[in-house]
């Protein structure tokens, strides 16, 4: 019985201790905000609806308050007298439309777009300078005569000149040339001849009527320029409707396209074959005389030195002697060819070259005694 009290007790103790102790604090409330529960979600989603149907609603009256004319040019008072509270589409002044097309317009219109504008031309360069062009070599008389007279008929026998300064004409070559570029070239010029395609070019702008002239130039190489000089020799020039000739030696020289006197050509030597035969021809002609001294006896004395030789010996240095002599006169025979054969110069025809008239001259033009060439 005492036991049972006992423990009675000790359990009333121990609840009663359980009930007395202190409590933990409640939690506190997590507030997420309210745009996080679905009902304030669509709250919030539906407000942002309605502003963006209220601002198309609100842009929508604008642009038919435009169309209708309720907003003009008066400003902004008279704006939002008409419209409410609509505000101004544009700061300060509004300008005035465009009148809308009418329905014919409409109606020729093709889609398409307007040409854009074309770009002015450059302006014109400017004028080249005027040229003065002397005539025919035939018309240059010095003073006019009356058909008939006997003054007219002694003038057409006489020789007339005309003065040509110095100058230079566009012509082609006629002919090609290899000319030699040895040193017995200068002795032996090659001949040339060319064709003047233009008007000569003469100082202060003039130009003589010399197309269609020949002029012949004597031509020689230069090996340590690459080049062929020419030298011109005379300028000859016919004039079929004033029944005239010109045939006079002229100065001057030629000019290639590269503005160098000269022309530019190809240097081919054809002397290599004829100098190693002449090396292999010395080269005999020196074994022969080294061996033609070995054979016979040789015996020195107070009066000289004597070679004795017997029959099969003096075969043999005759044989030596005669091959050496024949091969020097070989190896001068190829010497020869190989000088015939010096280097050259080529150039080919057609070419376009300058001819340059060095010194002034007075061209004599000469009648012909017939009427026709």
Do not use: W
């Not at 102790?21 to 939690?27: D, I, L, V």
């Not at 609603?57 to 509270?85: F, H, Q």
């Not at 005035?96 to 074309?118: K, N, Q, V, W, Y």
């Amino acid at each position: 019985m005492l036991v049972a009290l006992f423990g009675y007790g000790l359990y009333s103790a121990s609840h009663s201790a359980e009930d007395t102790s202190p409590q933990a604090p409640a939690a506190s409330k997590l507030d997420m905000g309210a745009g996080l529960r679905g009902d304030s979600l669509e709250t919030k989603v539906r407000g942002d609806l309605k502003k963006i149907l209220d601002g198309q609603n609100l842009l929508g009256d604008r642009v038919t308050a435009i169309e209708e004319g309720r907003i003009g040019s008066a400003g902004p008072a008279s704006s939002e007298a008409a419209v409410g509270d609509l505000p101004n589409a544009m700061p300060g002044d509004i300008p005035a439309f465009p009148p809308s097309p009418t329905p014919s317009e409409l109606e020729r219109a093709d889609g398409s777009l307007p040409a854009p504008p074309m770009p002015s031309a450059p302006a014109a360069p400017p004028a080249p300078p005027v040229e003065r062009q002397v005539g025919a070599i035939g018309a240059a008389t010095s003073a006019v005569v009356a058909e008939g007279s006997a003054a007219s008929n002694g003038a057409k026998k006489k020789t007339r000149t005309i003065y040509l300064p110095p100058g230079f004409m566009k012509a082609r070559l006629l002919t090609g040339i290899d000319a030699l570029a040895s040193r017995d070239a200068t002795s032996n010029p090659e001949p040339l001849i060319a064709r003047v395609q233009a008007p000569a070019v003469l100082p202060n702008d003039v130009k003589a009527n010399l197309a269609g002239c020949f002029v012949i130039g004597n031509a020689t190489g230069s090996l340590a320029k690459e080049r062929v000089e020419v030298q011109l020799i005379s300028l000859s020039c016919v004039d079929f409707d004033e029944r005239s000739v010109i045939d006079q030696p002229i100065k001057g020289f030629f000019v290639d396209t590269d503005g160098k006197k000269g022309l530019s050509g190809k240097v081919v030597t054809r002397a290599g074959a004829a100098l190693a035969r002449s090396f292999i021809a010395g080269t005999i002609a020196g074994v022969s005389q080294s061996v033609e001294t070995t054979f016979g006896n040789t015996s020195t004395s107070a009066l000289g030195t004597v070679r004795s030789l017997d029959a099969g010996d003096a075969l043999k240095t005759g044989v030596a002697g005669g091959l050496s002599k024949s091969s020097d006169k070989l190896t001068d025979f190829y010497l020869d060819l190989a000088r015939q054969a010096g280097p050259i110069v080529e150039v080919g025809a057609a070419k376009d070259v300058v001819v340059v008239i060095q010194e002034g001259l007075a061209l004599e033009i000469k009648p012909t005694t017939t009427t026709k060439f």
